[in-house]
């Protein structure tokens, strides 16, 4: 699909994966329409996108119905509140982008005959009792709890999903995205990285919640794009995990901001939000199977990029 210059919908597409999403399309010769209601995407973040042929914008809540007029060939449905400070602040509205708005962009893929593209998450997987996790693994997720609004959005979008490509003949590919991090994350959007790096170029203590012996595996957003475009190009429906496998806590991740920041800061520790999970790193073997992606760029070189970038804004 990338290389066949196609008109392609990207929801979400000003935010932070949605604009670099854009902006590969654009530069493998597709059109890109990318709608964003922009409650946590940022014009911003496609300003140098507008300029250019084959792009546009459109603000829009994709929860709501959607008219796109013309022929479409793909559907990227990555709109989402994706962090936990957003989507414990907007439960009811990442609820319904997850259910009204996966039925509403796989309706105008039906209508289109087009591909669609769900970009679904770890968090199905919740506090996983399977290390690492294998798509195959069905997840541990409170369904009640704070953090379910995401986690149980996103696993109705893959039934969702599902259901169109065996009832309609959807052509589908769902994705679960593990922590990304990189350029055009906001600085307060509340994910582990950003916030360590603002706190750290800013002189103030990093703050970790519990012990920090909790896990994650953090993925550089140009690999983790990579690696969606792997996918939506393949033959594969998925779920693929796509992630990076090198595993670290979250204590060992304040130390590597600190090391290459050269921040005097000190670490805080404050207590463990609600459902936290314990573990997660993805098992990437599907990936690296079916799709001949594996990332490779490491943390610190990913970190130091990242903290570059917010340095200059």
């Not at 409650?39 to 300029?51: F, K, P, Q, R």
């Not at 769902?174 to 990189?182: A, D, E, L, P, S």
């Not at 005097?264 to 609600?274: G, T």
């Not at 990936?287 to 340095?311: I, N, S």
Request: with cysteine; aromatic share 8%; charged share 25%.
């Amino acid at each position: 699909m990338t290389s066949d210059h196609g008109r392609v919908v990207v929801t979400g597409g000003a935010g932070f994966l949605g604009s670099h999403l854009c902006r590969e399309l654009l530069d493998a010769g597709n059109e890109v329409i990318a709608i964003d209601n922009l409650i946590t995407g940022s014009l911003d973040n496609v300003s140098e996108l507008s300029a250019r042929d084959g792009f546009s914008f459109v603000q829009h809540d994709v929860s709501n119905h959607i008219d796109v007029p013309g022929q479409v060939d793909a559907v990227l449905h990555l709109a989402s509140h994706a962090s936990p400070r957003d989507y414990l602040e907007h439960p009811i509205k990442t609820l319904k982008v997850g259910s009204l708005g996966t039925h509403n962009t796989l309706g105008l893929a039906k209508d289109k005959g087009a591909r669609y593209f769900l970009a679904s998450t770890s968090e199905v997987y919740g506090d996983p009792l399977e290390h690492p996790q294998k798509e195959t693994y069905w997840g541990h997720v409170n369904p009640i709890g704070p953090r379910g609004v995401y986690d149980e959005a996103k696993r109705f979008a893959e039934a969702m999903t599902m259901a169109y490509h065996r009832s309609h003949g959807v052509d589908v590919r769902i994705v679960r995205i593990f922590n990304t991090y990189g350029e055009r994350m906001r600085p307060l959007d509340g994910r582990v990285v950003s916030n360590f790096i603002v706190q750290a170029l800013a002189g103030k203590p990093l703050t970790v919640y519990g012990d920090g012996s909790q896990t994650r595996s953090f993925c550089y957003v140009d690999d983790e794009i990579r690696g969606l475009l792997a996918l939506l190009d393949s033959d594969y429906v998925g779920p693929v995990n796509v992630g990076n496998p090198d595993e670290f806590t979250v204590l060992e991740l304040a130390e590597i901001v600190l090391e290459v920041t050269r921040s005097p800061s000190e670490i805080v520790f404050e207590a463990l939000p609600v459902d936290d999970p314990a573990q997660r790193r993805p098992d990437i073997t599907l990936a690296r199977e079916v799709l001949g992606w594996e990332p490779t760029v490491d943390v610190r070189t990913g970190v130091a990029r990242t903290a570059e970038w917010f340095a200059r804004g």
